[in-house]
Structure formats: structure tokens, C-alpha cells
């Protein structure tokens, strides 16, 4: 059975169909990345799968539940777990809380208390190198040490699904390839399966993703292995656009 | 060790109502003063719960302590003619001020916390103004008229008692409700509720995603401000000065001074109230005297320029002043 399915799921805005009967599955620990150009629904799908959205029509089952209708509060504790484009850390907090309050209220969260949270937090602080901010305000932070505050707290749910939302833009390809292989690295010991949304950086999915699902104007176009997905003729075109016919290049 | 430091910051508190009290006790011509920063101590902490840890601002809060006013008021009036339940009287009217601020928190909250920021300030204003026209207009509870209870009180209790009861010992509960809610703060800070406020404070869409039941939390933090709202009310008001009309205790002037309080001392910390109390009460009385009628003249500048300079308040200044010294553990 997939960890997270959706059959025929739709979402409109108004008039605007912003994910259109999309369905797709997510295997156990799958990396999967979401491509598309911008405008494509992809933020979209997040939010509809994380639960900021509930879908006009469709249906979302989640570890064989139904979570269609579930809030994103109660989804979270279930494993789904997000990161954002623009980094969202809890600005005056500090990294050790912020994390913390990941851990507080993921999937462990009823077990944990507020100091075993604490320990979680510091253990992941460790792990991606954050100790020298550790008692800083998280609003305090470089972009790139937020989103790392953010992809940390994300991991201290202790997800089942990461919903990444763009996680890499803005980064330096060191700290690309570096984030990336943690993310890996974490996604196996644990077994999370990651949902990478990708709009620029082609590279880091390529390096990682089994899977690429690409969308075009709220519609599914592509759903397939990686090779496969970025030579297929359709993903050249929502890309690049159709050579006018008839004409010679 | 660690669990109990990580209640350290409630010293400097409790130190600064001890001082206080001494203070009143031992000199001459104090008590007074001393009385007035309680009340504007306790009221910046009971406030300091919902809208220093959500940032939700709640201009309708002073109805809280009004209908707590009321709940001791009814229950004086109403019960005065079984003498034999003497002290026992207010007992019940705590509880009735405890359902009543309870009961008209969760109303208000039910409706107006689906909303935020302006729209939810502005959704509460009409509160207290409400209830107020609601009571004279539908003559509740002796309508504008509203209750005078001296007599009762002394039936109750017997003249001298009364009258120490007025005088005396309301302070001294407005002072065990300072600490109360000093220690409700402290315990909320260091509990989940307090990592889900800051979180839901901070950025609410990402706190819900994060699991966290924002709406629960919310509520929890509203009611409990009401209801020690509600205690406030019943004592500061119904017990030191045994009458209630509805103009006095459903003034928005109160709500302000509150948010003036808590802005001052620092939103969301735990000795910002006790500090924006001092320092608000203190300025208060003295330019009362000094310039009558030209406080609150003089209090908006003053405001202003706080938010602009320090707008973590004055506890966020001394937290930032701090940070790396020993003192650290115990400003929070």
C-alpha cells in the first residue's frame, strides 16, 4: 500500500482549477520530486496535501486513512511534515525552540515532554551542524541558516512524508550538494519518504529524486522515473515550448 | 536542578511584590500607592497571558473583570440575607466571577478568534461597550442604577471585618492574584502551550502545519486571562469599593492601560507586567499630582517612543542586556 495517495483530487480557486483530478502515490521512503514551471499548481498540491486546502473534489488517504477533510494540525502528528520556500521560523524563538516545538508536536509528540523535546532538538542541532546558533534567535539567522532551522524542525516531527518546498533555492550549489546528501542520508536511516517541489534547481533533483511527477497548468503531465521524466518530449515542452511546425531550425 | 531553575525567572517577581508589600506595611502613607501598582501589576499579568504570549490584542478585556465585578456584587446582594454562610458568601462569589468571566470568554473567543490581528481587535472592542448597554439597556442586574452593597457586606461580615476586608485584605488578594498569575505565566512558558503560543504568535499558518492545534491553544490562553481577569474584577473592585455600576466597570480606559502596561514591560515575558505596572502606576500617581489631567498626554509619546526603541519592552531590553551573564536565567 502507498504511504500517501490521491485519486482525482481537484482544487479551484473561483474560476482558476489549481490542481486539476490530479492522482498520484508515494511510496514508503520514495524521493520524489514535483516539477513544473511557475503557475503550474505545485504549491498548490502542497498545501492541499498538507491540509491548508481541503479539495473541492477528489480524495487523499494517508497511511490507509482518509485525510481529506483532517486539518493540517492533525496531519502532522500523523507524519506529514513540511518545509517552506521562504523559510518560516519562529522569529523570536530561538533555533533549540524552534526545533524543539517540531519534535514537541510531530508524530512523537504526545510521548515526548517539553525537556525530552529539548534533547530531540539538540540532537538534530548536532547533526546539522547548528550548535554555534543554537541559543540565537532563529529571526536572527542568514537565509540559508534558517531553512537549515527549518529543514531541522521538519526532521524532528519525525515524519513519514516531508513536503519540501523548494528547499534549495536560494543556496549555493556547495551547500546543495552538502544539504542534500544529509537529507538523503536522514530520509533512509528513517525511512521518510520526501516530496521535493522543484521550479529552478533541475540539479538537486536529478541527483536524488527515483520518481519525478511533473505538473502543467494543474495538471499531472509526467509521472515517471527520473530518466525517463526529463527526456520525455512533453517536460521538453512545458520547459522550452514547441518548435513551430513546419519550420526548419 | 535543571527542572527547578527552569523556574528561576520567578524570583525576581515574587522579590519585587515582597518589596512591595514591605513597603506598604512598614511606611507611613504607602499603602495607597502601594495598592494601586498591585492592581496595575496583576492587571498587566493577567493580560500579559493572552495578549503578551498570542499578540492578539483584546480591546474588549476590561468586560472580563466587569462581569467579574458583577458576579461577586450578585453574589453579596443576593446572598446577604442567609447570614450563617458568612465568609462562605465570597467563596461563591469567586466561583460566580471565576463561571461568569469564564463563561462570556468562551462566547467572545467562539466568534472573535477566527479572526486575527485588526480584524480581531476591532471585533472586541464592541465587546465591553456591548455588555455595558446590554445591562442598562435591558436593566439586568439593577440596570444603570447598579448595586451599592456596604450594607451587605457589613451584615455579612460584621462592620470592623468589612471594613478590613475593603481597606486591607482586598489588596492582599489582589496580591495573591499577582502572584497567581505570575506563576500561571511561568507555568504556561514552560509548558507546550507556551512553545505552541510563541509559535502561533510568530507565524500561525506555520504553527498549525507544524501540528499545533493553534485554535485549542488559543482559547486556553483566553480564558485563562479571563479568569483571572474575573478575580481581579471581584476583588479590586467589588471588594475594595463595594459598588458596582456598569459605566465604571465596563471602561475601556482599563483595556488601555493594560496594553499600555504590557507594551511597556515587555509582551510575552514574564516580569515585563510587573515592571510596566511599576513604572506605569509610579508615573501615573506622581503626575497626578504633579500635572493633573495631562497623564495620558504625556503616557502616548512616551509610548511611542518605547515601540519605536525597544520593542520588546523593557524586559526585552534588559533580556538582550543580559544575554551571557549570570542573570540571564532569571529575566525571562
Not at chain 1, 500500500?1 to 514508503?28: D, P, W, Y
Not at chain 1, 473541492?56 to 477533510?69: A, P, S, V
Request: aromatic share 10%; net charge neutral.
Amino acid at each position: 500500500m502507498a504511504l500517501l495517495q490521491l485519486e482525482h483530487v481537484t482544487k479551484r480557486f473561483g474560476g482558476l482549477v489549481a490542481v486539476n483530478r490530479v492522482s498520484l502515490e508515494i511510496e514508503e521512503g520514495a524521493f520524489v520530486g514535483i516539477v513544473g514551471p511557475n503557475g503550474s499548481g505545485k504549491t498548490t498540491l502542497f498545501n492541499v496535501i498538507n491540509g491548508v486546502f481541503f479539495p473541492e473534489e477528489g480524495k487523499l488517504t494517508f497511511r490507509g486513512q482518509d485525510i481529506t477533510r483532517l486539518p493540517p494540525f492533525r496531519r502532522a502528528p500523523l507524519g506529514i511534515g513540511r518545509t517552506f520556500q521562504i523559510p518560516r521560523p519562529f522569529a523570536s524563538a530561538t533555533v533549540r525552540e524552534n526545533i524543539a516545538v517540531g519534535a514537541m508536536f510531530g508524530t512523537q509528540g504526545h510521548k515526548l515532554s517539553v525537556d525530552g523535546s529539548l534533547e530531540v532538538a539538540d540532537q538534530i542541532i548536532e547533526r546539522v551542524d547548528l550548535t554555534a546558533h543554537r541559543d540565537k534567535a532563529a529571526g536572527t539567522l542568514t537565509p540559508v541558516e534558517k531553512k537549515l532551522v527549518e529543514i531541522a524542525r521538519a526532521l524532528a516531527m519525525k515524519p513519514r512524508l516531508l513536503l519540501m518546498d523548494e528547499a534549495m533555492a536560494g543556496m549555493h550549489p556547495n551547500d546543495i550538494d552538502q544539504m542534500v546528501a544529509f537529507i538523503k542520508r536522514v530520509a533512509s536511516e528513517e525511512n521518510i519518504a520526501i516530496v521535493a517541489m522543484v521550479e529552478h534547481i533541475m540539479r538537486a533533483v536529478i541527483g536524488l529524486a527515483e520518481k519525478v511527477i511533473v505538473l502543467h497548468q494543474g495538471s499531472k503531465i509526467v509521472d515517471a522515473p527520473t530518466k525517463e521524466a526529463l527526456q520525455d518530449p512533453r517536460v521538453v515542452e512545458v520547459y522550452l515550448g514547441r518548435a513551430p511546425e513546419g519550420e526548419a531550425c | 536542578m535543571r527542572q527547578i531553575q527552569k523556574y528561576f525567572p520567578i524570583i525576581p517577581v515574587f522579590a519585587a511584590y515582597l518589596a512591595m508589600f514591605l513597603i506598604a506595611e512598614s511606611m507611613e502613607g504607602m499603602w495607597q500607592l502601594m495598592s494601586m501598582l498591585l492592581f496595575y501589576c496583576a492587571l498587566g499579568q493577567a493580560f500579559n497571558v493572552f495578549m503578551g504570549m498570542t499578540g492578539y490584542v483584546d480591546f474588549g478585556y476590561v468586560a472580563f473583570m466587569g462581569v467579574g465585578t458583577y458576579g461577586m456584587a450578585l453574589s453579596i446582594t443576593r446572598l446577604a440575607q442567609y447570614e450563617f454562610l458568612g465568609a462562605w458568601i465570597l467563596v461563591v462569589g469567586f466561583g460566580l466571577a471565576l463561571v461568569m468571566s469564564t463563561l462570556l470568554s468562551m462566547a467572545v473567543g467562539a466568534v472573535a478568534l477566527r479572526l486575527r490581528g485588526a480584524y480581531f481587535a476591532i471585533a472586541t472592542i464592541g465587546v465591553n461597550e456591548g455588555f455595558r448597554f446590554l445591562i442598562e439597556g435591558a436593566r439586568i442586574w439593577n440596570g444603570s442604577e447598579g448595586m451599592i452593597f456596604t450594607a451587605d457586606l457589613n451584615k455579612i461580615l460584621g462592620r470592623e471585618t468589612a471594613a478590613a476586608l475593603c481597606t486591607y485584605w482586598a489588596d492582599i488578594i489582589v496580591l495573591v492574584l499577582a502572584v497567581l498569575a505570575a506563576c500561571v505565566t511561568l507555568v504556561y512558558m514552560r509548558g507546550k502551550i507556551g512553545y505552541a503560543l510563541t509559535a502561533l504568535r510568530e507565524d500561525e499558518d506555520a504553527a498549525k502545519v507544524m501540528g499545533i492545534n493553534v485554535t485549542k491553544f488559543k482559547i486556553i490562553a483566553f480564558i485563562t486571562s479571563a479568569c483571572l481577569a474575573g478575580l481581579l474584577g471581584a476583588t479590586a473592585w467589588a471588594l475594595k469599593t463595594p459598588y458596582v455600576f456598569p459605566p465604571e466597570v465596563f471602561e475601556i480606559h482599563y483595556t488601555i492601560e493594560a496594553i499600555i502596561i504590557v507594551m511597556l514591560g515587555g509582551a510575552g515575558t514574564l516580569l515585563g507586567p510587573v515592571i510596566g505596572g511599576l513604572v506605569y502606576g509610579i508615573s501615573k500617581y506622581y503626575l497626578s499630582i504633579f500635572l493633573p489631567g495631562f497623564q495620558l498626554l504625556i503616557f502616548a509619546p512616551v509610548i511611542l517612543v518605547i515601540i519605536v526603541l525597544f520593542p520588546q519592552g523593557i524586559v526585552g531590553m534588559l533580556k538582550a542586556r543580559t544575554k551571557g551573564t549570570g542573570l540571564e536565567r532569571f529575566i525571562v
